[in-house]
Structures are given as structure tokens and as C-alpha cells.
């Protein structure tokens, strides 16, 4: 991947941000689910040049999720617009905007539109970073015995592929 100068001030658009483009988790795949990369870009080593941070903006379609997964790596994630389910480990909680989300390191994770518009949050992470694992049979029965089994959607979002 070919890195641009970083911007110091990315200017909100109606569509998005200035010079961002607007992807999803990866071609043809999660439709109803859009990806911006606002600041930062993925490393596969710390001394590449480029931020330390990555800050992502993903937009929920209704009825759509994101990915069920869990890596090791810990993430924040700031709700900007929307209604939604935050499921992080076994538990399950109604998020808004203005919320703030924690995920530490190998909790399985998913976030879902619970609402009829769209449901956007930012999401921090390290640029240089581990790839995300799908849950293991232990994690999904442990899923689908707590509450949070009844609105995970384990495989709605496959795994993005490895470079």
C-alpha cells in the first residue's frame, strides 16, 4: 500500500472526509457496511513511516454488523450517530452516541445496528498490529449461552484476508 503524506486536519465532508475514500471491510464482502480510514493506515512494522495510530470510522447499515471476532490487540471505540448492541466478551450493552467502548486484548467483540438509521463509531487501534481471528468453538459456546448470543451475528462478516 502506497502511503500519502498524512494530513494534519481532515476536514469533515457530507459523505465523509476530505481525501478518505470510503471502503468497506474488503471488496465484495459486508455489504451495508462502510469503512473510512481517516488517520494512519495499517504497518507491518512499527519503523514504517506514517502515524503510530490508525482512527477508523465505520457506518452500520440497518440490520448490518460488524465483525465477530478477537485479536490481541485492545481498541477503542467512540459512538458518533446511531442506535446499536456492543457485545464484548459475553455481555451485551445498548450503545448511543457519545458512548465509549473498551475492548482489551482477545475479547470477542461485534458491534450491530439496533435502529432504522445508520449507527457510526470511531475506532483506535495501533497501526502496527496483529490480524483479527474468527471465535473458536469454546468462544461461540460461551457466546450462545449468555445473553449476547441472541443478538451476535457470528458469521455475518468474514475474516479480511492477509496480506
Known amino acids: ?82 442506535e446499536g448492541y456492543a457485545i464484548v466478551g459475553d455481555a451485551v450493552t445498548e450503545v448511543g452516541a457519545n458512548d465509549v467502548v473498551y475492548v482489551a486484548p482477545w475479547e470477542l467483540h461485534q458491534f450491530v445496528n439496533r435502529g432504522d438509521a445508520p449507527f457510526g463509531f470511531y475506532c483506535i487501534v495501533e497501526a502496527c498490529r496483529d490480524f483479527p481471528q474468527e471465535p473458536n468453538e469454546e468462544d461461540l459456546a460461551r457466546l450462545n449461552a449468555s445473553p449476547a448470543g441472541a443478538v451476535a451475528k457470528p458469521f455475518a462478516v468474514p475474516l479480511p484476508a492477509k496480506r
Not at 34 to 44: L, Q
Not at 54 to 79: C, D, N, T, W
Open 1 to 82: 500500500m502506497e502511503r500519502r503524506d498524512q494530513q494534519r486536519v481532515t476536514r469533515a465532508t457530507q459523505r465523509g472526509w476530505d481525501r478518505v475514500e470510503v471502503e468497506g471491510y474488503r471488496p465484495g464482502a459486508a455489504a451495508g457496511v462502510e469503512r473510512h480510514t481517516i488517520i494512519g493506515g495499517r504497518k507491518s512494522v512499527p519503523t514504517e513511516p506514517g502515524p503510530r495510530m490508525e482512527l477508523r470510522y465505520f457506518e452500520l447499515q440497518p440490520g448490518a454488523v460488524s465483525r465477530l471476532e478477537k485479536h490481541e490487540h485492545e481498541h477503542y471505540v467512540v459512538i458518533r450517530r446511531g
